[in-house]
């Protein structure tokens, strides 16, 4: 059986007999025959070989949705597919297995779904793909938080459990792995490698899972294409069902944060004020009390009003045991939201387990009643839930910019994330750290990741005192939005150069980060002649960039949608660039 999708960009060839797997894409096979695990499923659950099963194949069906989101790296989205479901009937079994193979233009997706009264412990799915021997890999090693660095080897010199997405090359494709819709039904997966095959298995926590029926297992997603197609991939969550939420209230905005620069500022209340000042007087959205204003919890509905009354908004942090229970979510929700706050900065979840999963679904559902934004820090990746929560905003699952507090975060490490983990969903990085001792950025470097990482919460991470003292990186960021119509690559190559184009409007925005020695960055400007746009017609470029010894300049270049911009670009540094009409 041959399942060909939009553009006849993708193709799966899947045998029922076997149920054996193969993608490919323009020509290549990116996965190479993989056994679903049909036989695990049917043996583990219904207690019966699947080798009796009856095999039957329904029709291709076309899948055509449109929906939009108040956030991301595009509000408007569209998802075209075609699908088809192979069922395994088993003699004895009171339920079926089934398999939803669906091609898109960007990738393919398969799931697993089994009804009936069947076994109520479930150890996972372990859905294995095979890759060819000669591809590279970008994987990070798995801890529980997902604060680590990718490694760039080739496949068969893997092994071990690293964190979702994972990135691969083909020959001349792109194979991106991960999973949608992983809820509190099932559990979070991690890619596991064996030395001695080129074979990625979505694995999961080494603890058992309660199974309700039917049962769905989450996606497990191949996003294909050029690196292009990969960056901008909404695949991921383009696979989750549609919200029921009203999201009429949902804004995305830009925070002022004084932790990372201010550790003991959260209690601080004079000093919040300044922040709620800054803030007001940039446009930002948002200002992020952090971890120790409970020290001060009475005074807080002062404070959320202060801000109010410029324009500001508050978002408060907690422990994420300090709302684990149902008890705990009814006394505190509904008592920040009446003081005013916007939302809730959720910490130290740091497991994949169904358990934990759980809570996010019931914090999610709870913070959603009182009209609460959640951040979820300390996380798992995400899955693209936050379009079934428009509410829920970002989650950290990445080694951001904190770690210049107490380590480093390497130019690489930057210049990886916008193919690797951005691509599933937001991130959580805060990022535009001009003071870091421990930073191996310049100023342009660290200006333009407010552009290059995508987070419908972006928290500037310096202190307000450092953004002051830059008046071209200020103005900027005063520009600069953290929601987007559009997203383009406009070059790159994991670990050495990532310049991402997003939209807001008529205007066009661009970071470019770059890791190694200095270099000419060229920007092909054709974004600016997408869609109905006129490719001849004059933009300025307002480009602030590395001017030398630490310091930013801004200059005003004109560009057309048919030209190229060239950047020097010092070692490990980068610029922004805001496009006008």
């Known amino acids: 059986m041959r399942l060909t999708g939009p553009a006849d960009a993708n193709a799966v060839v899947f045998d029922p007999e076997t149920a054996e797997l193969t993608v490919e894409r323009a020509g290549t096979t990116l996965v190479t025959p993989s056994e679903l695990p049909v036989e695990k499923l049917a043996r583990q659950l219904h207690g019966v070989d699947w080798t009796d099963a009856a095999v039957s194949v329904g029709n291709a069906t076309e899948v055509a949705e449109d929906y939009a989101l108040p956030k991301g790296k595009a509000r408007e989205r569209t998802h075209r597919a075609v699908e088809r479901t192979v069922t395994y009937d088993h003699p004895g079994a009171d339920g079926v297995v089934e398999v939803d193979l669906r091609v898109a233009a960007e990738g393919v997706a398969v799931r697993y779904r089994v009804t009936g009264t069947a076994m109520e412990i479930h150890t996972g799915d372990e859905t294995t793909l095979s890759l060819p021997r000669d591809t590279v890999s970008w994987l990070t090693p798995f801890d529980t938080a997902h604060e680590a660095s990718a490694r760039q080897q080739p496949i068969v010199e893997t092994d071990g459990a690293y964190c979702t997405p994972g990135l691969f090359r083909v020959d001349d494709e792109w194979l991106l792995l991960a999973e949608a819709g992983a809820d509190g039904d099932y559990a979070t997966a991690r890619l596991e490698a064996e030395a001695s095959g080129p074979e990625m298995t979505f694995g999961l926590p080494q603890t058992q899972m309660n199974a309700h029926f039917p049962l769905e297992t989450p996606w497990r997603v191949a996003v294909t294409g050029t690196l292009a197609d990969v960056v901008e991939s909404t695949l991921v969550t383009d696979l989750v069902a549609d919200s029921e939420i009203d999201d ?64 500001v908004d508050v978002l408060l942090w907690t422990h994420w045991t300090d709302v684990n229970t149902e008890s705990k979510r009814a006394e505190r929700l509904p ?207 307002n480009v602030v960039r590395d001017e030398g010894d630490g310091t930013l300049e801004s200059e005003a270049w004109t560009v057309t949608g048919a030209e190229a911009l060239d950047v020097v670009v010092p070692e490990n540094g980068g610029f922004a660039a805001r496009f006008e009409r």
Not at 285 to 299: F, H, I, K, N, T
Not at 411 to 417: A, G, K, M, Q, R
Request: glycine share 8%; net charge negative; aromatic share 12%.
């Open 248 to 311: 009429d209230w949902v804004d995305p905005g830009r925070v002022a944060w004084s932790w990372w620069s201010e550790s003991d500022s959260p209690d601080d209340f004079d000093r919040q004020r300044e922040y709620i000042d800054y803030a007001a007087d940039r446009g930002w959205e948002y200002v992020l009390v952090d971890a120790g204003w409970p020290r001060r919890r009475s005074e807080m509905p002062d404070l959320i009003d202060y801000a109010a009354d410029r324009g």
């Open 335 to 541: 008592t920040w939201a009446e003081w005013g706050a916007a939302g809730i900065k959720v910490d130290f979840m740091d497991a994949d387990d169904q358990g934990r999963l759980q809570f996010y679904d019931d914090l999610a559902e709870a913070a959603a009643a009182h009209e609460l934004l959640v951040n979820f820090h300390g996380s798992v990746v995400p899955t693209g839930l936050q379009r079934r929560y428009p509410h829920v905003m970002t989650y950290e699952g990445v080694m951001g910019a904190e770690y210049y507090k107490w380590s480093t975060v390497t130019p690489e490490h930057n210049c990886t994330l916008p193919f690797t983990r951005n691509v599933v969903g937001p991130m959580d990085y805060t990022p535009v750290t001009f003071s870091a001792d421990a930073a191996g950025t310049t100023p342009g470097h660290e200006l333009a990741l407010s552009v290059v990482f995508e987070s419908p919460l972006q928290h500037f991470a310096d202190s307000i005192d450092e953004y002051a003292a830059r008046p071209e990186a200020e103005g900027f960021l005063e520009a600069v939005p953290a929601a987007w119509d559009e997203t383009r690559l406009a070059g790159g190559y994991p670990g050495v150069e990532a310049t991402v184009a997003r939209r807001d409007g008529e205007q066009w925005f661009l970071g470019s980060i770059t890791a190694g020695p200095q270099r000419i960055v060229t920007v092909d400007c054709s974004f600016l002649g997408a869609g109905d746009a006129d490719p001849d017609e004059a933009w300025t470029a």
